[in-house]
């Protein structure tokens, strides 16, 4: 006897019809500012330093094709846009599908949509204020906005958490999590400052941030990523992030656009890399050729729209917004 | 020593943690965009009963705990062991009171019981769902009481005490729900 397989999506039509509806909102909001919507590649040859992050492996077999030579499926269209953006593009947006291995569980699947944007002239202040916008106006039927906080990284984690992020000290952190709020970590103990932060965030921190949209700024200059860095004491990165009822929904930056750093950022993360153990990827040197030849002075931001849609929705998890999630895919 | 990495972790399965077996309950990856990736799980201590929460650094491994389920017959209670034995093998096995533990109450000779193992010895002792138990005694049986309202505590062949209605008379055999210790009815011949 044949026994039919699970086929079915799992999420419903109204989901469905909210997504579409999601996606023309944001369409129409960026035409209205004369952003471009642009296209870039999914498959290159280099990939994301970043040792948080982990990029599925393809190869390429036929005409040109150069032997042992992997391509990445891209965990965000960030350096391609870059280069656009060198090339004289001006603000341009992107709704793409991106790739992260080792990502699943409730808030996460291995392959999700992302809506990333660059903006010329602006700086992450500025594009915090656009998001706001731009979220306040794609939510407006469907889940108004009604409260908006600022904070700085610091001040999170003094008034959530009662502790400096920028001076605690790793057995500072961990006495904290243990003590206070019981959580006991396994595995840390050679981790560095930055994964007792992060516990702290996501097991502390988040669970009660409450409802509402909430802007995070100035992160330590060890968690910048791609973002410049201010001088001061602590110095701090021009980074922020979007959190909405709770939930991580976007990552911004005023960009890097000094080469000679983003490729010591980039040797950093590939040493880091080589240490536990993880794939040494190609450092993209075309990202590095548009640096040189200049980016312009520009902010980007990276979205989830699965978790938007997940939140407007009111699901409880991702899989109940992509049609086939990626264990029925 | 098999192990298992975060990845494999899921509801149900079987690890050892501060040197105890344990099973996972419940497994959640979190992880920030830009940051350390962490599995935080709930999981049951299988010797206290106990759940704790922990989280792991994912891509951490741990050993796995040699722990199985298998179906044993009850035989008897020596005073210090309860016996039972796989009725395919005629292999034995003793639980101590502390891995009898509750179940105690609803052990009944000759039953059938799931007895989970750890490294070969008895760690804990689940009963049937349903057993069939004699009462021994209880207030004189009320005739033509169905309202089913009231009820009356029924001492039960094993000692278990469970609240059965007012018709119910000594000798009386009775079907009985282990997981909330309620009368279901009479046993049928």
């Known amino acids: 006897m044949e026994v039919d397989s699970d086929w079915r999506p799992t999420a419903s039509l109204d989901v469905l019809k909210l997504r579409a509806s999601l996606l023309a909102r944001v369409r129409a909001f960026f035409a209205r500012l004369d952003v471009l919507e642009v296209d870039t590649p999914v498959l290159s040859r280099a990939a994301s330093t970043d040792p948080a992050l982990s990029s599925f492996k393809t190869y390429y077999h036929g005409p040109g094709a150069v032997k042992e030579e992997p391509r990445y499926l891209h965990t965000s269209p960030e350096f391609p846009m870059k280069r656009l953006l060198a090339a004289g593009s001006g603000s341009i947006y992107q709704i793409c599908k991106v790739f992260r291995d080792g990502e699943s569980g409730a808030r996460h699947n291995p392959e999700f949509t992302l809506l990333e944007w660059y903006r010329t002239g602006f700086d992450h202040l500025d594009l915090m204020d656009e998001v706001e916008r731009l979220l306040k106006d794609v939510l407006a039927d469907v889940m108004p906005i009604d409260s908006v906080q600022h904070w700085s990284y610091r001040e999170l984690f003094v008034e959530i958490a009662g502790i400096d992020p920028f001076t605690a000290t790793v057995t500072e952190l961990g006495m904290l999590l243990q003590s206070t709020y019981g959580v006991t970590a396994v595995g840390l103990a050679n981790a560095d400052i930055d994964a007792w932060l992060d516990l702290l965030m996501t097991h502390v921190i988040e669970p009660r941030l409450g409802n509402g949209l909430m802007f995070v700024r100035d992160y330590p200059a060890s968690q910048a990523a791609l973002a410049r860095l201010r001088p001061g004491s602590p110095p701090v990165a021009s980074r922020f992030e979007v959190y909405l009822n709770g939930v991580e929904l976007a990552n911004g930056f005023h960009e890097l656009a000094d080469a000679l750093e983003q490729r010591q950022r980039f040797d950093i993360e590939l040493e880091q890399r080589r240490d536990r153990g993880d794939e040494v990827v190609r450092t993209d040197e075309n990202l590095l050729s548009a640096l040189r030849a200049g980016l312009p002075n520009c902010a980007g931001v990276a979205l989830g729209l699965d978790r938007l849609l997940m939140l407007a929705s009111g699901s409880k998890c991702l899989q109940d917004v992509i049609v086939f999630p990626f264990d029925s895919a | ?189």
């Open chain 2, 1 to 189: 020593m098999a192990s298992y990495s975060t990845n494999e972790f899921k509801g149900g399965l079987k690890i050892m943690l501060d040197g105890d077996p344990c099973a996972i309950i419940e497994n959640e990856f979190v992880k920030p965009g830009k940051g350390q990736a962490f599995n935080r799980v709930k999981i049951r201590n299988l010797k206290t009963g106990r759940v704790i929460e922990r989280t792991f650094k994912s891509g951490e491994s741990v050993d796995a705990a040699d722990v199985m389920d298998v179906d044993l017959q009850y035989l008897y209670n020596d005073g210090e062991f309860w016996h039972f034995m796989d009725p395919n093998t005629y292999e034995q096995q003793a639980a101590s009171a502390d891995a009898v533990a509750d179940a105690v109450k609803w052990l009944k000779e000759q039953d059938m019981c799931e007895v989970t193992l750890w490294n070969g010895t008895p760690l804990a002792v689940t009963p049937p769902n349903f057993v069939m138990l004699t009462v021994t005694d209880t207030d004189p049986g009320v005739r033509g009481d169905t309202s089913g309202g009231g009820g009356k505590p029924a001492t039960l062949e094993t000692g278990a005490v469970v609240r059965v209605p007012l018709f119910i008379d000594v000798g009386e055999t009775l079907k009985i729900d282990t997981r909330t210790g309620e009368y279901v009815g009479r046993a049928k011949e």
